[in-house]
């Protein structure tokens, strides 16, 4: 994945534990790369091998470190950096999933190298909706519930998710339920 993705995770852990704790990640996760280039690409191993000594070292499940990275991605990565795209995707959760593959086509016609997972939305209500999400890489479950997370926060309408299909168990991809207690204003 792009070094944007592993800056990331430098900046969710140095944000709550500190720059030792991260160098204490790095060392143990045996990635020797002292500054990440956001624009060049690098292997996913870097990035789960990154996600597993944060769970060592901080003592808590990859699957956790991963929800907070997604929510981190969302809230902070993608609004600071991704402003004005994100502004410009959708003004509630369902537009905004409907505009995703938008908004990877733009990154990806300067970066050619993404690889984006694909999303698809069914069974809408006022309240919930089934996300269907395709990828290239596998376990990475956890961090679209962030995402979903960090997108519910970012629309003032907090969502509740719940893996109800899982292609880690067989199914022929992840389906996720979100649902949210009331509808967005307007
Ligand atoms: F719900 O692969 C909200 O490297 C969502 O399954 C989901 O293949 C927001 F300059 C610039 C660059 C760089 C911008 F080239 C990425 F470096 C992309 C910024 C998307 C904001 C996808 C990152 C592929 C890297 C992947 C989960 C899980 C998508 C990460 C989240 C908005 C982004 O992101 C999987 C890669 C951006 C950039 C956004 C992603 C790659 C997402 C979202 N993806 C790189």
Redesign the pocket.
């Known amino acids: 994945?792009?070094?944007?993705?592993n800056k990331a995770v430098e900046e969710m852990v140095v944000m709550h534990h500190g720059e030792p704790v991260w160098e204490r990640i790095k060392a143990k996760a045996g990635v020797d790369v002292d500054v990440f280039m956001?624009?060049?690409?690098y292997s996913?191993d870097v990035t789960y091998d990154l996600v597993g000594a944060a769970s060592e070292v901080l003592g808590v499940p990859a699957e956790q470190i991963l929800i907070g990275f997604?929510e981190h991605?969302?809230l902070h990565?993608?609004q600071e950096?991704?402003g004005g795209?994100?502004i410009a995707?959708g003004k509630t959760l369902p537009e905004?999933?409907k505009n995703?593959p938008n908004?990877?086509s733009r990154?990806a016609m300067?970066?050619p190298?993404?690889?984006?997972?694909r999303?698809e939305c069914s069974d809408f209500t006022d309240r919930s909706l089934r996300l269907h999400?395709?990828?290239?890489?596998v376990g990475?479950a956890p961090?679209?519930v962030g995402?979903?997370q960090?997108?519910g926060k970012m629309f003032g309408t907090p969502v509740t998710v719940r893996l109800a299909e899982a292609k880690a168990a067989g199914a022929d991809h992840d389906v996720f339920d979100v649902t949210w207690t009331s509808a967005p204003a307007a």
């Open positions: 994945m792009y070094g944007m993705v956001s624009n060049e690409s996913d997604g991605w969302v990565t993608a950096g991704y795209l994100m995707a905004f999933l995703l908004f990877h990154v300067i970066f190298k993404l690889r984006p997972p999303f999400y395709f990828s290239h890489r990475l961090f679209v995402l979903m960090g997108l």
